[in-house]
């Protein structure tokens, strides 16, 4: 199994991030999700909250309102309603 997985975070705007990701924690409307590589394939509406991805050993948080999740082979790739870059630290399934 891989140590990492693709991620992409994309607003309607542009794609706010495109990585390998060892780790990503999701808010979905039911609470928060863990993704990790090898994750079983989902399809999930998120909800509002912080979206992080810890890459490279460092985490970045993104503030978001909202969207769809989607995880599967090969990659997984998230798209927020609306993202703001809250960086804590130095870096979306």
Do not use: C
């Not at 999700?33 to 079983?40: D, Y």
């Not at 790739?77 to 630290?89: C, T």
């Amino acid at each position: 199994m891989a140590d990492t997985f693709q991620i992409q975070i994309a607003t309607p705007e542009k794609l706010v991030l495109d990585t390998q990701a060892q780790s990503a924690q999701i808010p979905g409307l039911d609470g928060y999700m863990g993704i990790l590589p090898g994750h079983a394939a989902l399809l999930s509406e998120l909800g509002a909250g912080t979206l992080s991805v810890t890459a490279g050993g460092k985490t970045q948080d993104f503030q978001i309102s909202g969207g769809y999740v989607e995880v599967g082979a090969p990659q997984g790739s998230d798209s927020a309603d609306a993202s703001d870059d809250d960086a804590s630290g130095a870096q979306a399934s």
